[in-house]
């Protein structure tokens, strides 16, 4: 060997040797990534050996020649973060966990009464050395039948370790709590509104407004949740270690128990206790000049929901009861609204991305899910969440002026190499260049000039991936969607603790009172990062395995249901197709196009008609077959 290969073997060693500790995330395509205080390591399926996420681990440096950054392949699992997960049951001996991630787990023991098809928990059973490629559990309990729409659910709720719904015993210590007396200011003869979901049950926010020559005052009014929910109480605790309501269908369950929820509310014709921000707005520029911020009493007169409003805003259809002075002061709530967002808009630069969410209509009495239901933002929506977004601003600003610690929300940039790799899709999809669009103002204008068809949905929840997750924080910082660098949430304590924590902080200022401190938040804001991702992860787990549920009844048609499908992702085994109106993602084995390929190829971007060919709700996963 000479001395120059000598060399290179011993520089090669020298990097194998390199290790580090970190966190495994894994993909559900078998890769994953080791998050290390030198950075991220990437790890290949091969060298994943037997860690799953969570896992704190040791990575051994394979190679430092990517651009993207070191591979490594990870030689010892230091501790475990998983011990129960939930699996449905394949045969005798092995189960398949419903996170994706994770591979399929051989059980030790029996099933518990368990057959196949059914939910289970299990524990996951330690090697001794913590390092084995071969996962091995035993089941604890049945949970329940899969492909049932109780069972399902269940099994969702008790993956992501969702609260229990409160006890009796908790309703009832609720129902007997009164709240702190203040001194309040009297908007009772202020024209006051609320504007919500038609089935909505919790009523946090309402909004007023009136005008002189020169500016618009508009009120935002939300419930005064602080003063019956008082920091370090019992029922203080039950909402932190909730952190927000839980909306899974079927099974909501509210970070408050629904007899305090009921007390707090702002409900129509009675006198309710408030937390009201007044937004001075300049008419001739939309400008908000100034704030106000008190505790308060006000009435709300008209419970009004996004439907009638829409159809008001529209075509000036109101119903018969609507008062003269409810649709002027409609209108000019609108009028103001439209002006600040023209405002945003260029002093901003806010990112206006528009998708559609998808609701999924149960019947809960027939275990059966009867619809989807596609929603898009309209104007009446649009409306009270500028209304939130100026409140929610306007607190953050006063907070930061007067050193009350709190909490922001804050929203990083994109990584370039996310924004890199979306570039590359949407230019693939629109067959023209994006730009630059790490430039807030070429992306802007990116997104203001997307095509009105099929590819525009499918480039905007493309963008939405790239970006990073929202978060807390106990300092201020750029929120990249909104375009803010001051922004809280102050506008939904009922449903999230973030927004009571904020009142509470106020609260305890305005009477003079020791506030926690800036160490504290920052204790709090890492909590809710992880019962938020927590939240998130569950409701889409819930939706997505719902929309399978609601697929069943096109595979039983005769004839079959054509399907519009946008070609996103090309390869050897198939492609993969989103299908907007459903936000349903599937796939297209190669065999059942490979037919019309020398007719019409499938490219990146292109509209396809489907049919249903099959549901796998093992793998939660739709097949089709082109037309």
């Not at 051994?60 to 973060?81: A, F, M, V, Y």
């Not at 049951?89 to 099933?111: A, E, H, Q, W, Y």
């Not at 409701?539 to 096109?554: C, E, G, I, T």
């Not at 065999?591 to 396809?608: A, D, E, S, V, Y």
């Amino acid at each position: 060997m000479s001395k120059r290969s000598a060399k290179k073997k011993k520089q090669k060693q020298k990097r194998m040797e390199i290790q580090y500790t970190g966190t495994f995330s894994a993909s559900r395509n078998g890769f994953g990534f080791v998050e290390t205080e030198h950075g991220e390591v990437f790890i290949p399926a091969k060298f994943v050996n037997g860690a799953i996420s969570g896992d704190t681990v040791t990575v051994t440096i394979t190679s430092q020649d990517n651009p993207l950054g070191p591979e490594g392949k990870i030689t010892e699992i230091k501790e475990r973060s998983l011990k129960l997960f939930v699996a449905m049951v394949i045969d005798t001996f092995n189960v398949k966990p419903l996170d994706p991630s994770l591979p399929v787990i051989k059980i030790s023991g029996g099933l518990k009464g368990a057959k196949k098809n059914d939910w289970v928990m299990v524990r996951l059973l330690d090697s001794g050395s913590k390092f084995t490629e071969k996962l091995r559990g035993s089941v604890e309990e049945r949970i329940g039948k899969s492909a049932t729409l109780t069972g399902d659910l269940l099994s969702v709720c008790k993956e992501y370790d969702l609260p229990e719904p409160y006890s009796d015993a908790m309703e009832q210590f609720s129902a007997k709590i009164k709240p702190l007396e203040l001194e309040r200011t009297d908007l009772t003869k202020e024209f006051t509104i609320t504007i919500d979901p038609e089935d909505a049950k919790d009523f946090d926010d309402a909004v007023s407004i009136r005008e002189d020559n020169h500016f618009w005052y508009l009120g935002v009014h939300i419930a005064d949740v602080a003063v019956w929910v008082r920091p370090g109480t019992k029922l203080d605790q039950a909402a932190f270690d909730r952190g927000f309501s839980s909306y899974i269908p079927t099974m909501f369950r509210p970070m408050l128990p629904g007899t305090l929820t009921k007390k707090i509310s702002l409900r129509q014709g009675a006198e309710s206790t408030a937390h009201s921000v007044i937004l001075k707005v300049d008419k001739a520029d939309g400008k908000v000049v100034s704030h106000e911020r008190f505790h308060s009493l006000v009435k709300v007169d008209a419970r009004l929901d996004y439907d009638g409003v829409q159809l008001y805003l529209e075509k000036g259809k109101n119903p018969e009861k609507w008062s003269a002075r409810l649709k002027k002061n409609l209108s000019m709530l609108a009028e103001a609204v439209n002006k600040m967002r023209e405002y945003r808009a260029e002093t901003e630069q806010f990112l206006s991305i528009e998708t559609a969410e998808i609701k999924v209509i149960c019947d809960e009495a027939a275990g059966t899910v009867t619809g989807l239901e596609q929603r898009i933002q309209r104007e009446s929506e649009a409306l009270v969440e500028e209304c939130m977004l100026a409140a929610n601003s306007a607190v953050a600003v006063e907070m930061i002026e007067k050193g009350i610690p709190g909490l922001y929300r804050i929203h990083a940039e994109p990584e370039p190499g996310k924004l890199e790799e979306f570039a590359v899709f949407a230019e693939g999809i629109l067959k023209r260049r994006t730009g630059d669009i790490s430039n807030r103002k070429i992306l802007c204008k990116f997104l203001e000039n997307l095509p009105d068809d099929h590819t525009k949905y499918v480039i905007s929840t493309s963008l939405l991936r790239a970006m990073q997750r929202a978060c807390y924080a106990e300092d201020p910082a750029i929120h990249f969607g909104l375009g803010k660098t001051r922004y809280s949430h102050f506008t939904s304590p009922i449903r999230r603790y973030s927004d009571l924590f904020t009142h509470q902080q106020l609260l305890m200022f305005d009477l003079k009172k020791k506030m926690l401190s800036k160490k504290k938040a920052a204790g709090i804001a890492e909590v809710l990062l992880k019962l938020e991702k927590r939240n998130d992860e569950a409701y889409f787990a819930a939706v997505d395995r719902l929309k399978l549920h609601f697929m069943k009844q096109f595979l039983q048609e005769k004839t079959g249901t054509l399907f519009e499908g946008v070609v996103i992702k090309l390869n050897a085994h198939g492609m993969i197709c989103d299908i907007p109106q459903y936000g349903l993602r599937g796939f297209v084995p190669v065999h059942r196009f490979t037919t019309i390929m020398h007719r019409r190829p499938p490219k990146l971007g292109n509209l396809i008609f489907l049919y249903l060919d099959s549901l796998d709700f093992n793998a939660g996963s739709a097949t089709f077959r082109p037309v």
